[in-house]
């Protein structure tokens, strides 16, 4: 993790995490200031204006970030995932065009989900049709993080005889942003459905120009969500271990401190092992980022799923320490409780990566 990058958000956040999360939003000078240094996406190579953290130095980033702030957090992997499919997918010409945007204060999301297309993707009916040296966007998405803040939206429909990925500015005629209301979970992360009526563009828009199977770019590019949240899920065990940890060493029950009854001392225990199991399994999956290997994208569902899981038993474990203290809304532990039921559904619902690992499972047996 950059110690810089790691200050820079921390002092960003400080305080205002509650106040973020019961307004629904992060105000955007913010998100401009921290996207102007590539806190946002830091895994951009430095040719871009990135800091070209590695996968496990960054996901620690990630994890501070969602140790602090969920919203944030949300907002960092959706920038993220923006700049690893124009990286992955771009030529040339359009990763030296985007990138730099994206490192200098740009925001961006990314448009997969439909309202009848969600765990399973492949019933996207998003059409981006050729007209000339132009293309046609047609269709709806839903729930695209960060798309309330967006200066671009990286949006996946079907093209020719498969699919493409293309960078849609928000201010082009024919997209209409509206914002979700009242999300259960990271309620300042700008969450919003994306429509897509008549919109033109250049054909230099869609990234490499070429049609690619669906399968692979969603997998590519969901790899990098799913890795991220994971992180930013062992960022949401962290905050609840301190704030459980710190709350039972003060609070005094029946004459001694909450963390002296066995009762609780057990949850603290189980709290610590959540954050070591979710912490191991992101690092396993992130070095396997690193070296670029062929186990990645079950690696990275097998940490997403991990991660989430703890997350969620952990943030209703930290209630259940605090108590009262703890279920006041927007405050810490009360917002990781949201917060981390949602990492469970975004990026691959827990049945969609159960089914993905019980493939794996079954992989070489005869």
């Not at 005629?173 to 429509?195: E, F, I, N, Y």
């Not at 559904?345 to 827990?350: A, K, L, M, Q, T």
Request: proline share 4%; aromatic share 4%; net charge negative.
């Amino acid at each position: 993790m950059s110690n810089e990058l790691a200050a820079l958000i921390g002092a960003e956040i400080a305080d205002r995490a509650a106040e973020w999360d019961l307004a629904g939003a992060i105000p955007p000078d913010v998100l401009r200031g921290l996207g102007s240094k590539g806190a946002l996406c830091a895994e951009v190579p430095a040719e871009y204006g990135g800091h070209g953290l590695t996968g496990r130095a960054n996901g620690e980033l990630t994890a501070h970030a969602g140790a602090l702030c969920s919203s944030l957090r949300s907002v960092m992997t959706s920038q993220g995932m923006a700049a690893w499919t124009i990286q992955r997918f771009g030529t040339r010409r359009q990763r030296s065009a985007e990138l730099p945007r994206l490192t200098s204060g740009s925001l961006a999301a990314v448009a997969f989900s439909e309202p009848q297309a969600g765990s399973d993707l492949s019933a996207i009916t998003t059409t981006i049709a050729d007209d000339g040296d132009e293309v046609v966007l047609n269709g709806h998405k839903v729930w695209s993080t960060a798309a309330v803040y967006a200066d671009v939206v990286v949006v996946f429909g079907r093209y020719q005889d498969g699919a493409a990925a293309v960078v849609v500015p928000t201010d082009t005629p024919g997209v209409t942003v509206k914002p979700v209301a009242q999300p259960l979970g990271c309620r300042a992360a700008g969450h919003a459905d994306v429509v897509l009526d008549g919109v033109r563009l250049p054909a230099s828009r869609v990234l490499s120009g070429t049609s690619q199977s669906l399968g692979l770019l969603t997998t590519i590019a969901l790899t990098y969500g799913r890795l991220s949240v994971a992180w930013g899920c062992v960022g949401i065990i962290r905050g609840c271990l301190r704030a459980a940890a710190s709350h039972a060493r003060r609070r005094e029950q029946f004459g001694k401190p909450l963390a002296e009854h066995q009762l609780v001392a057990r949850h603290l225990s189980e709290l610590l092992v959540a954050e070591q199991t979710a912490t191991r399994v992101c690092e396993h999956a992130s070095d396997r980022w690193d070296s670029a290997s062929p186990e990645l994208s079950g690696e990275a569902v097998l940490a997403k799923h991990v991660a989430a899981g703890h997350a969620a038993h952990a943030a209703a474990t930290a209630v259940q320490v605090l108590a009262s203290a703890g279920s006041v809304d927007g405050e810490p532990v009360a917002r990781a409780y949201r917060d981390a039921k949602l990492m469970q559904i975004i990026e691959g619902s827990d049945e969609i990566c159960q089914l993905i690992l019980a493939e794996r499972a079954l992989e070489g047996v005869a």
